[in-house]
Structure formats: structure tokens, C-alpha cells
């Protein structure tokens, strides 16, 4: 079954307590992108991966970083995680990296930083 | 910000109406989609509709794309208690671009 799961679903963490929140895909697509979603805000594109070692900036990277050394894996790094970063934050992968091709996402992880 | 923004922020119908929500943004666009997000939960692709394409249907869905006043519009016909949802229009240039949303109820 084609999936994109994100681990932790839920995490309820400190200021300053590194963490890191996996997405792993099965369907071989290229393009990999991280998403926070905050109410009134809508979705916003933290990084994105066009292929393996390809990482670009989105909207809002500001204290996230991103890696992608497999194809299938792309985690979204928090170093110093503030309270500003508490939201909903989603994985997508798509097929190809010129963008014309739908979005799958995953299940979401809600991250709380007290 | 490139974000699209949707209208109405809120729409509350009875079953088996329409159901139109209304994208417009800022730049020029690849492509437009549409996706709907149970609460929640991840977001589905619904339709996608190329810049040089005018309107397009699925099932019950008809978009429409208006590239000269950058704006499109989603029109669900029939609508059914399960398509309460939001529903969310995406742009791509050089990155995707998510509006705000439109948060659809559809009331038996």
C-alpha cells in the first residue's frame, strides 16, 4: 500500500530539547516537502527536496533543518525547538520534482513546545 | 507571500445542494490544485487544472481557472453530509503554495 508515515503522531516537548520528526515514503517519488499548519495560516512550506541530497528553503525554514540522504526518508530537524514552533506539521511527497504532479501527505504530527 | 487566499473562510449548506469556494492569488501559476482536509488530518488531492486549461470535472467536482483575474472555484454539486471537510487550493511556481482554506458543512 502506498503510504507516507510520519513518527512521532503526537509530541509534547521542552524549549530547547532537540528533536527530530521522521517522514518515510514507499511509492520511490523524488520530491519531498515539510509543511507546519497553524490556524488562520493555512499550510506553509518549511523545506523541500527536490532528490536525494537536493534540499531547497520554503517559506518559513527558520529554525528547522531537513536532510535527505535516501530517497524514502526526509526528517525535519528542530535543534532548539521554541514555543512559536507548536503546530501541526505535515510530510508530502509527490512524483516528480517539477511540481505538476499532486501532493500525498502524511498523517500529521502535532508538536508541542512548552 | 504567494499564498492563496480561499472565499468564503466558512460556507455551512444542507445536503444534496452546491457548494462553491472561490481561490485567487498573487503570482503566476504552473498548475492549480484543490485538496480537502478532513479535521485534522492529512490533505487528499483532489483535481489539478493547468494554467492553459479553462475548466475541468471530476465526479462532482468543476473547476475553473481564470489566469487573467489569477483566481479559480470549486464547485461540489449534490453535496453529501461526507464532504464536510476544508478545502484548500494549491499554486505552484517555484514552490507549492497552500491558501487558507475553506471549512465546508454540509448538514443532513
Given amino acids: 500500500e502506498a503510504q507516507v508515515t510520519q513518527n512521532p503522531r503526537y509530541l509534547i516537548t521542552v524549549t530547547g530539547k532537540k528533536l527530530t520528526v521522521t517522514c518515510s515514503q514507499n511509492?520511490?517519488?523524488?520530491?519531498?516537502?515539510?509543511?507546519?499548519?497553524?490556524?488562520g495560516l493555512g499550510l506553509r512550506q518549511i523545506y523541500y527536496s527536490m532528490n536525494v541530497e537536493v534540499t531547497d528553503k520554503g517559506d518559513v525554514p527558520e529554525g528547522y533543518k531537513v536532510s535527505r540522504k535516501e530517497k524514502r526518508n526526509f526528517p525535519l530537524i528542530l535543534e532548539s525547538p521554541s514555543?512559536?514552533?507548536?503546530?501541526?506539521y505535515f510530510c508530502a511527497t509527490s512524483v516528480g520534482g517539477d511540481r505538476d504532479y499532486e501532493q500525498y501527505f502524511g498523517p500529521g504530527t502535532r508538536l508541542t513546545v512548552t | 507571500s504567494q499564498q492563496g487566499e480561499e472565499d468564503p473562510q466558512a460556507l455551512s449548506i444542507q445536503?444534496?445542494?452546491n457548494a462553491t469556494m472561490n481561490c485567487s492569488y498573487k503570482t503566476s501559476i504552473n498548475n492549480l490544485q484543490w485538496y480537502r482536509q478532513n479535521s485534522g488530518r492529512g490533505l487528499v488531492h483532489l483535481i489539478l487544472i493547468r494554467s492553459n486549461e479553462r475548466?475541468?470535472?471530476s465526479g462532482r467536482l468543476r473547476v475553473t481557472l481564470d489566469t487573467s483575474k489569477k483566481s479559480s472555484s470549486l464547485l461540489i454539486t449534490a453535496s453529501r453530509a461526507a464532504d464536510t471537510a476544508s478545502y484548500f487550493c494549491a499554486t505552484t511556481g517555484n514552490q507549492f503554495y497552500f491558501g487558507t482554506g475553506t471549512s465546508l458543512t454540509v448538514i443532513p
Avoid: A, V
Fill in chain 2, 55 to 57: 475548466e475541468k470535472h
Fill in chain 2, 15 to 17: 445536503e444534496g445542494e
Fill in chain 1, 27 to 39: 511509492m520511490n517519488h523524488e520530491y519531498m516537502s515539510w509543511y507546519r499548519q497553524d490556524p
Fill in chain 1, 83 to 88: 514555543p512559536n514552533q507548536t503546530s501541526l
